[in-house]
Structures are given as structure tokens and as C-alpha cells.
């Protein structure tokens, strides 16, 4: 069965801290997403990555970094956190090519940030 | 730009009932669409999608939905609704590139 994997179910992190999240696929997919999911607006795009090395910002990408240096691993990373990112992450890959191609998600990691 | 617009925060219908979601798009050309299902602690799960050809689509675990272009909207039903369909569902449209954008959500709680 294809996987998206999130390292963390739960996270807790103080104010100020370096956060990775990470997320692998196995899919052998060239596209990997970064969402954010707060209650009442959806899920947000925060940064894709298209082939190794390869990124594009999407809606909400302050405070945000992204890392993929090999093609299953796409790392998520809050270079200090606050706590205004308190929110559900998560990660999802696809194929690349055509634009109807769907989304695999992975199960999601809630950050909290005190 | 283009949104998606999911009216209904919150839904309850009894296990047996239809159920209509319903999801309202803005978008230029012709649009790819996507339903997904987020069970409690899981992530999501693409349900069906429409991009051309018959504007009734079918998808996964007894749902469809039906494409009108003329209304913009994209909106999901099943005929029979089972306990085991309470989750959140997102409405989705795709444009051009890697971009898909989300509806803010309809949360459906299933009366036994």
C-alpha cells in the first residue's frame, strides 16, 4: 500500500525553537506538499517542491522553510517557532505531469507551540 | 485567483438520509475538482474528481457529484448515509501547475 509517512504524530515546542517536520513518501512522486490546517479555513498551501532541490512558495510561506535533498524526504522546518503556528501540518505527495492527478496525504502532525 | 466556497460549516443527518455537500468555485478556465474526506486523526482521502467528459462523477464508498458550470459548483451526494461517513470534507480545485486550492471545510456528524 502507498504511504506518506509524517515522523510526528504530536509535537510540543517552546517559543523561539528550531522545528523540523518530516515527511517521506514512498511513491517514488516528484511533487511533495507542505499544508497547514486550522479550524474554519481549510487547508493552506505553505511550500511544494516539484523535483529534489526544487521549490515554489505557496500561500502562507513566512516563518517557513523547506528542505528536499533526496526525492522521498520533504522536511518542513519553523526556524523559530511561534505561537501563532500552533496548527495541524500536513504532508502530501503525487505524481507529477497533469493537474488531475491526486493527492496522497499523510496523516498529519499537530505542533503545538507554548 | 481562484477559491472554493463551502458554505456549510457544520451538517447532521440521520444515518439512512441523503446528503448533499455543497461547494461553489471561482475559477477562469475550465476547472479540475476534487472531493476529499478527512476521518478523525487521518489524513485525507480523495473521494472523486471531475476534469472533462460526463458532468456526474462517481467516486469511492457510494458518493458522486455533479459538475454545473453554469452555477460554478461542484456539489457531493450520496443517497444513504452511514454512521461511518462522519468525517470533514473539502472541496478542491486545481489550476494550472501544482496548485490546488481548498474549501474551509463541511464537518458531517451521522445521527444513529
Known amino acids: 500500500d502507498v504511504k506518506v509517512t509524517q515522523s510526528s504524530r504530536y509535537l510540543v515546542k517552546r517559543t523561539g525553537e528550531k522545528v523540523f517536520l518530516e515527511c517521506v513518501q514512498d511513491m517514488d512522486h516528484e511533487n511533495m506538499f507542505w499544508y497547514r490546517q486550522d479550524p474554519g479555513l481549510g487547508l493552506r498551501l505553505i511550500y511544494f517542491?516539484?523535483?529534489?532541490?526544487?521549490?515554489e512558495k505557496g500561500d502562507i510561506p513566512e516563518g517557513y522553510s523547506v528542505s528536499r535533498e533526496k526525492k522521498e524526504r520533504f522536511s518542513l522546518i519553523l526556524e523559530s517557532a511561534s505561537t501563532n503556528q500552533t496548527s495541524m501540518y500536513l504532508c502530501a505527495s503525487r505524481r507529477a505531469g497533469a493537474r488531475g492527478e491526486k493527492l496522497f496525504f499523510g496523516s498529519g502532525t499537530q505542533l503545538s507551540v507554548l | 485567483a481562484q477559491s472554493v466556497t463551502q458554505p456549510d460549516i457544520h451538517i447532521t443527518v440521520s444515518e439512512g438520509a441523503s446528503l448533499e455537500l455543497r461547494c461553489n468555485y471561482s475559477y477562469g478556465a475550465t476547472p479540475y475538482l476534487f472531493w476529499y474526506v478527512q476521518s478523525p486523526g487521518q489524513g485525507l482521502q480523495l473521494l472523486l474528481k471531475?476534469?472533462?467528459?460526463?458532468?456526474l462523477v462517481q467516486g469511492i464508498k457510494g458518493f458522486e457529484a455533479e459538475f454545473k458550470r453554469s452555477q460554478s459548483s461542484f456539489n457531493l451526494r450520496k443517497p444513504s448515509v452511514h454512521w461511518s461517513d462522519a468525517a470533514e470534507y473539502f472541496c478542491?480545485?486545481?489550476?494550472?501547475?501544482?496548485?490546488?486550492?481548498f474549501g474551509t471545510g463541511t464537518q458531517l456528524k451521522v445521527e444513529l
Open positions: 478542491a480545485v486545481g489550476e494550472g501547475g501544482n496548485k490546488l486550492t
Open positions: 471531475y476534469f472533462s467528459g460526463d458532468t
Open positions: 517542491s516539484y523535483d529534489v532541490k526544487m521549490k
